[in-house]
């Protein structure tokens, strides 16, 4: 039995709420959010090398993957794999990006399923940016 971080009360070092005031892992003396996240030390360009997000701060709020290489649910980095990112080189669901392999895709040259493009582009319904303009 351990000290709830939060009430105090005494809890279960396995306790996954607090029966008393509904803490989270109460029994952890720090406890910053649900999910995985993994940050490296090397940097470059002032971003970490590599940012694996899969997390949520307590307030719910989902940590961003941001770095050279970007992976999880939300990215933006150079070299991006996300669910919805911005990247240089991104392969996503949603995206922003230079160069994209995506679901829906807005970016220079991309692959889609659905994409809007600056220079070239690949896939069910993918068009020029500059034909948009002209239909205007």
Avoid at 74 to 97: D, K, L, P
Avoid at 108 to 121: N, T, W
Wanted: aromatic content about 14%.
């Amino acid at each position: 039995m351990k000290p709830c971080r939060e009430c105090q009360h005494q809890i279960s070092e396995q306790a996954i709420a607090c029966p008393a005031c509904g803490a989270p892992y109460p029994a952890k003396a720090e406890w910053n959010g649900w999910g995985f996240e993994y940050k490296s030390k090397m940097t470059l360009l002032g971003l970490p090398l590599l940012h694996i997000s899969f997390k949520y701060r307590p307030n719910k709020v989902p940590v961003v993957a941001v770095g050279v290489i970007s992976v999880g649910q939300f990215g933006v980095g150079i070299f991006n794999v996300s669910q919805f990112g911005v990247g240089v080189v991104s392969i996503s669901q949603f995206t922003i990006a230079a160069y994209a392999v995506a679901q829906f895709a807005v970016a220079y040259s991309c692959i889609a399923q659905f994409g809007l493009y600056v220079d070239q582009g690949m896939g069910q319904f993918v068009r020029s940016i500059s034909q948009l303009w002209a239909g205007f």
